[in-house]
C-alpha cells in the first residue's frame, strides 16, 4: 500500500475536531513521539501516524509488530476535561470501541472485545490498544491513546510464541480498508463516543459486543496461574465480571489477568 503524505491526511481530516496532525514514512514508536508532543503543548486530539513503526509496544511491555504498509500505527493526544477525568481508565477500552463501531458502520464488519480493549475478528486479535499517561509534577498533562490495526495481509506474521493468534481485516473479511479512509473513520466514532465515557450507554455498547461473554475461558493471572471462569459482564468501574467453577462470582481490573480461549 503506498505511503499516506501529511498533506492528503489534512485533507481527509479537514472537517473533524484534530489537532496537531503528524504523518512519518518511518518511525520508533507513535507513543514516544505522542509524549513529546503532549509536553510541547500539542493540542487535544493531536494526531500521529506512521507507515512503518519500527519499536511499537503494546500493554505489559510486549512488543507490537507492524508491518510496513500493512498495520497501521497512530497515536491520537486526549487532554481530559474535568468530568473525563473522573473515568480515565475508561480511556482504553473506548478506544476499542471507537475501533469496534468503526468497523460496523463504516464497512459492516462485526467484531468484539476482549476484556479490556483487544479488538477481534473470529476470535483472533486484529487491533491492539495502549494507553499511557504523561505527567508534569503531580497533575495528569495528557492520555497518550496508541492503536495499532492490522489492515492487509501479510501484517499478522506468524511468529512463535505469541500469547494470542492474530490476523488482519483483509484475511478475515476480505476488505481491503484504504490508510486515510480508516483514520477518519475511527477519529469520527472516537470523537462521537468520547461524550459517552462513563455513561450507561457506554457501559451498554460495550457489553453488548464482549467477547466470550456467557462463555467458559480461561484466566490467566500475572504469576502464572489459571483456572476456568465464565465471562459475565462489566462492572461499572470498567472491570471485568467472571464466574469460577463454585459459582462464586469475582472482579478483575486491567492488568491483573488474561483471558484466554479454552
Not at 472537517?15 to 508532543?37: A, K, M, Q, R, Y
Not at 476480505?174 to 466514532?189: C, K, S
Request: proline share 5%; hydrophobic share 35%; net charge negative.
Amino acid at each position: 500500500m503506498e505511503k499516506l503524505t501529511k498533506d492528503e491526511l489534512i485533507e481527509v481530516l479537514k472537517d473533524l475536531p484534530v489537532g496537531e496532525i503528524h504523518c512519518f514514512d518511518e518511525i520508533g514508536s507513535t507513543n514516544d513521539f505522542g509524549f513529546e508532543c503532549s509536553a510541547a503543548g500539542a493540542p487535544d486530539m493531536t494526531v500521529i501516524t506512521a507507515f512503518e513503526q519500527t519499536k511499537g509496544r503494546g500493554r505489559m511491555q510486549r512488543k507490537w509488530i507492524t508491518a510496513p504498509g500493512t498495520s497501521l500505527p497512530m497515536t491520537v493526544i486526549i487532554r481530559p476535561t474535568s468530568e473525563e477525568m473522573k473515568y480515565l481508565n475508561l480511556f482504553s477500552p473506548l478506544t476499542g470501541l471507537a475501533v469496534r463501531e468503526g468497523l460496523l458502520k463504516g464497512y459492516k464488519i462485526d467484531s468484539r472485545i476482549k476484556w479490556p480493549n483487544d479488538v477481534l475478528l473470529n476470535r483472533r486479535k486484529i487491533c491492539g490498544i495502549l494507553c499511557e499517561t504523561q505527567w508534569e509534577g503531580d497533575q495528569l498533562n495528557a492520555l497518550i491513546l496508541g492503536v495499532g490495526i492490522n489492515l492487509l495481509h501479510g501484517s499478522a506474521p506468524e511468529i512463535p510464541g505469541l500469547n494470542y493468534p492474530a490476523s488482519s481485516v483483509e484475511d478475515e473479511t476480505g476488505v481491503i480498508i484504504p490508510r486515510a479512509e480508516w483514520i477518519r473513520t475511527f477519529l469520527t466514532q472516537l470523537i462521537h463516543l468520547r461524550p459517552f465515557l462513563g455513561k450507561q450507554k457506554f457501559f451498554e455498547q460495550w457489553e453488548s459486543c464482549l467477547a466470550y461473554k456467557g462463555e467458559e475461558t480461561r484466566l490467566v493471572r500475572q504469576d502464572g496461574s489459571s483456572e476456568r471462569c465464565i465471562v459475565t459482564g462489566i462492572a461499572p468501574d470498567g472491570s471485568l465480571i467472571t464466574t469460577d467453577q463454585n459459582g462464586e462470582t469475582k472482579t478483575w481490573i486491567a492488568g491483573e489477568i488474561s483471558l484466554r480461549e479454552i
